[in-house]
């Protein structure tokens, strides 16, 4: 049974190491070349609808299995909705996910601090989310480090193109990208070390996920007026039910 956690704590640790390069990737590009953002937008929506999938389809359903009360589960979800919801509309007001096509100086320079508080909780949770799926099974953390990979790149396009735009330095810039991968990692180790809160952890994971591709990566696909970009969504889910079927053959 050690054996099997140590094999499951190997392959969290591992993904969120994967998942955290891409925050640092993102961070990279923005702050050591002018890169065209135009693949962005496609990454967000297909992040978008794999999300949401991944959310309902597998994170809630596999709470579910967890418990026998039904009740708390939901109570779960809402409760990592409405945190994040909290964070981004008081304590981070201005964060926006959108922001990566900052180019002016924004009229706070706090508000870049802001925004990199507000991510770094998301990221956080996203480590707790692919530890609590390796902690339940290797397919769920398959597709949970999947549904969070696509939008680790422009998280950390976001986060850098937003301190540049407060005024910082590029140092300071790549430094706030590396510092949601670390927060991610720590995200991870945290759930591993209370592995055994992971009948909480899931729901509640599950909520932020569901926030993260809703609320607020969405509302960036609804400003796109190509329906190319609408659609990726579409595929975004798609995607994730053929992976879903791939590992649970």
Not at 63 to 88: A, D, I, K
Not at 182 to 196: D, E, Q, S, V
Request: proline share 3%.
């Amino acid at each position: 049974m050690a054996t099997g956690f140590a094999g499951r704590a190997a392959l969290a640790l591992g993904l969120g190491l994967i998942a955290a390069l891409g925050n640092v990737a993102g961070g990279w590009f923005i702050t050591q070349r002018q890169w065209s953002r135009e693949f962005l937008k496609y990454f967000v929506a297909l992040g978008a609808g794999f999300m949401l999938a991944t959310a309902f389809l597998e994170m809630i359903p596999e709470s579910l299995r967890l418990r026998q009360n039904v009740s708390p589960v939901f109570l779960l979800v809402l409760g990592g909705y409405l945190l994040v919801h909290l964070f981004e509309h008081t304590i981070a007001p201005h964060f926006h996910f959108g922001e990566e096509t900052h180019t002016a100086p924004i009229s706070h320079a706090h508000a870049s601090w802001a925004a990199l508080l507000g991510l770094t909780i998301h990221t956080f949770f996203d480590g707790v989310a692919i530890a609590s799926g390796a902690i339940v099974s290797v397919g769920l953390v398959m597709l949970i480090f999947l549904a969070i990979f696509l939008h680790k790149i422009p998280e950390g396009f976001t986060v850098s193109s937003l301190m540049l735009a407060g005024g910082h330095s590029r140092r300071a810039a790549f430094q706030a990208a590396a510092l949601l991968g670390a927060a991610t990692l720590a995200g991870a180790g945290m759930m591993l070390l209370f592995r055994g809160a992971v009948a909480a952890a899931l729901p509640f994971s599950a909520g932020v996920t569901i926030y993260v591709a809703a609320s607020d990566l969405i509302p960036e696909v609804n400003k796109e007026p190509h329906a190319g970009v609408a659609i990726a969504v579409f595929l975004g889910a798609l995607a994730m039910l053929l992976l879903r079927s791939l590992f649970h053959l």
